[in-house]
């Protein structure tokens, strides 16, 4: 894919899918949904404050016949309803809307009306920045805090799936850390060393895991070369396996607000992929995101 046009373009050829929108009573929700359904991607059912939901529409222009509205106040109540529209199979994929991301996946995680599969839920965020050559994948932004090694295993495992399903057939795979060195006393670089073991020894499959790796030496040959790093991960990375939620959702934040990029964001590994954005994010990055999760639906 060499952007979201792309996917968009993709997607209308699979015919509109069921969307279940939780807590959509924000303008910039709906008008992505309002844009999704213009493109002809999405059937959306919308959960959460009618009367808000009504209003923004009408304020957005966003024609709502034939679009059903469930009224629920309260946002957990809301989160866990979209979510049994989706596990109930009224619904197709799940959407966050304005609602805390904690709020909603505890109710995607919820026993009874959730969407586990026995499979770790991830986040992957999808870029296309203007300083990079190719499509970037960054996880986990969102969902998991503090991964360990088995975690983080199952969080890449994820992301090449989600890779393979784009046409990325052997995704490159950089496990971020703050050097290039393992250091015993840092223990993402130990980690990454013993995710780069096991991808020898064929036991992550379907990729090339390299690092550690800085985030320079990740994403750019010049700085790979002059450390004097050889590797084919280097500087040309398809996958970026962040060390934990906090440097994963800075680097989304920080190439979302300060970068010319193009992004999307889901969650992997639910019965249902889950379009999952900052409440910040553009209408375009949901749009984006929406698209995305469409194809994997
Ligand atoms: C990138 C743009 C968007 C953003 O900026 S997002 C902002 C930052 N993100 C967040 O604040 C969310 C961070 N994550 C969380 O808050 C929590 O981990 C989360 C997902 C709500 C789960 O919290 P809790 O319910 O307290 O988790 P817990 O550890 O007590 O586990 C409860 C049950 O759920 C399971 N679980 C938790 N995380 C899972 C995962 N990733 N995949 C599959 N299952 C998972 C866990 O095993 C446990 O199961 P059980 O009840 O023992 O059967």
Request: glycine share 6%; charged share 30%.
């Amino acid at each position: 894919m060499k952007d979201f046009n792309e996917v968009i373009e993709h997607v209308k050829s699979k015919g509109k899918k069921t969307l279940s929108v939780a807590a959509a009573n924000d303008k910039g929700v709906l008008m992505a949904v309002k844009a999704a359904v213009e493109k002809g991607i999405v059937k959306p059912i919308l959960v959460g404050r009618e009367d808000e939901i009504r209003k923004i529409s009408e304020e957005i222009g966003f024609e709502l016949d034939g679009v059903e509205v469930i009224d629920v106040e309260d946002i957990k109540d809301a989160s866990l309803k979209a979510v049994e529209l989706v596990s109930s199979k009224k619904a197709d994929f799940l959407m966050k809307g304005m609602v805390d991301t904690s709020i909603l996946l505890k109710a995607v995680l919820d026993k009874e009306v959730g969407l586990r599969t026995g499979k770790t839920l991830s986040h992957v965020a999808v870029f296309f920045a203007e300083k990079y050559h190719k499509m970037l994948i960054i996880t986990d932004a969102a969902m998991n805090i503090a991964p360990d090694l088995d975690k983080k295993r199952e969080i890449l495992e994820n992301s090449v799936e989600f890779a393979h399903s784009l046409g990325i057939d052997n995704p490159k795979c950089a496990v971020v850390c703050a050097k290039e060195k393992v250091n015993p006393a840092m223990i993402h670089t130990v980690d990454a060393g013993e995710l780069v073991k096991l991808n020898e020894e064929g036991q992550i499959k379907g990729c090339i895991v390299g690092g550690p790796f800085a985030l320079d030496n990740a994403i750019s040959k010049e700085a790979a070369i002059h450390k004097g790093i050889d590797h084919e991960v280097a500087g040309d990375a398809d996958i970026l396996l962040m060390p934990n939620i906090e440097a994963g959702n800075i680097l989304y934040k920080a190439l979302s607000f300060m970068s010319n990029s193009e992004s999307a964001g889901v969650i992997l590994g639910a019965a249902a992929p889950i379009v999952l954005t900052s409440r910040a994010d553009s209408e375009e990055a949901k749009l984006n995101s929406i698209a995305l999760a469409a194809i994997h639906s």
